[in-house]
């Protein structure tokens, strides 16, 4: 049973920086593509950053300075660094991994992230 736990949201300040972990079990993590989406209210679900198994990464353009995506393969578990955060950044932030095939599958539950004053 694949299982994803994400950590590290929380309230924090405009300019300011959160670090979103993620631990994958039941799958052979090092060959997973990994990715961060999150969700506003009222908002469909987007993709803020993904690496791939060879560590490509790709941004969502209004992210790219900001954010870095990162994965450790011994630790099974993938990163999500934010910069100079922002009120539009504000949302469920959810962590998936792909199905070996390009589908992201799995999904976890998702972490709050809230930018305000």
């Known amino acids: 049973q694949v299982q994803l736990v994400e950590s590290g949201g929380g309230l924090v300040q405009p300019g300011g920086s959160l670090r979103l972990s993620c631990v994958v079990s039941g799958t052979t993590f090092s060959l997973n593509a990994l990715g961060w989406f999150r969700q506003a209210p009222g908002k469909q679900r987007e993709s803020v950053a993904t690496i791939t198994v060879a560590r490509m990464t790709k941004y969502l353009d209004s992210v790219k300075g900001r954010f870095t995506i990162s994965r450790d393969n011994s630790k099974k578990t993938v990163y999500l660094q934010m910069n100079s955060l922002k009120p539009e950044d504000t949302a469920v932030y959810y962590c998936?991994?792909?199905?070996?095939?390009?589908?992201?599958?799995?999904w976890g539950q998702g972490t709050q992230v809230t930018v305000s004053s």
């Open positions: 998936a991994a792909d199905n070996y095939w390009g589908r992201y599958d799995y």
